[in-house]
């Protein structure tokens, strides 16, 4: 294969996506290892082998996710400035079923490993798949502004699938909980980049929240949904009973988004709004890795 077409495979997996969500996984993992509650699993396998295979894993899958609803949005992206040079629209991978085959092999072949570690682990991620690549892309995306928020179950899956790789566990309340952030975390997100590209989405035609109302009440439900990131990460400090640093350093981050939420709120503008969109992703990582160093 040439270096061109392989350079196009990795855009279509969506690299910088991918990382984020394994990352989350990888943090979910890590706390499942520190609180103490990891075990081998059935082949074999020690903890600290079945984090990396996970990991290792998950890569693949998210990848293989990605692939799958670039082909769902084909259409969509070509309608978009934003992503009309991706590999699909742009005709770099044609036809473009071979975009579809090979995220279904990746996916399949993620499904697998996950499957070699325990059974839970595989289930978590087919749930995030199908949450990401059925009910989000495939069915509710150009139909309802709910989208997003029925999507983002999917973007929580990885830290239950990596719990699940460690502990042998189906459930456990402080990786959902960690889950739970990322759910939360994912809509404001979301829609914050949509503010950014409203007419992108309005040309085609997807109902993003901020291209159904006024750009106010956009913004106010962006801050307002962020607003429930410090409560869940109280909540989960109590359930999870975690060593002391981990609250002076939860209480700064969440005292910086209700700031910049509440900023939102009572001066709604781009401005306002771009600058808590910024500020989510690093509120997040920051959190997630504090949760795993103080479990």
């Not at 502004?145 to 566990?169: C, D, E, H, K, R």
């Not at 801050?223 to 609250?247: D, N």
Request: with cysteine; charged share 15%.
């Amino acid at each position: 294969m040439e270096l061109k077409s392989l350079a196009a495979y990795l855009e279509l997996s969506k690299p910088r996506v991918a990382s984020l969500l394994v990352f989350a996984g990888l943090m979910g993992g890590l706390t499942g290892l520190r609180k103490g509650l990891a075990v081998s699993q059935p082949l074999g396998f020690n903890p600290i082998q079945s984090l990396v295979i996970a990991t290792l894993a998950l890569t693949v899958g998210i990848f293989g996710a990605n692939a799958i609803t670039c082909y769902i949005d084909r259409d969509i992206d070509a309608a978009m400035e934003r992503t009309r040079h991706r590999p699909l629209p742009s005709g770099r991978i044609s036809p473009p079923e071979k975009a579809l085959y090979y995220g279904l092999a990746l996916s399949l072949g993620s499904l697998a490993i996950l499957a070699a570690i325990n059974l839970y682990s595989a289930l978590w991620f087919t749930f995030g798949l199908l949450d990401s690549t059925l009910i989000y892309n495939f069915l509710t995306k150009r139909k309802t502004a709910w989208n997003i928020v029925l999507g983002s179950p999917a973007g929580g899956a990885p830290i239950m699938v990596s719990w699940s790789a460690v502990t042998g566990q189906p459930f456990h309340l402080v990786p959902f909980l960690m889950a739970a952030l990322v759910v939360l975390w994912t809509p404001a997100h979301i829609w914050s980049l949509a503010i950014k590209y409203s007419e992108d989405y309005r040309r085609a035609r997807v109902p993003m929240l901020p291209t159904l109302v006024d750009f106010k009440t956009a913004a106010r439900c962006i801050a307002s949904t962020t607003l429930l990131l410090p409560v869940f990460s109280t909540i989960l400090g109590l359930i999870g009973e975690f060593k002391p640093p981990y609250y002076p350093i939860t209480y700064a981050l969440n005292a910086a988004i209700i700031a910049l939420s509440l900023n939102l709120i009572v001066r709604p503008s781009k401005r306002n709004s771009w600058i808590l969109f910024k500020f989510t992703s690093p509120y997040l990582a920051v959190l997630l890795i504090t949760i795993a160093l103080f479990a």
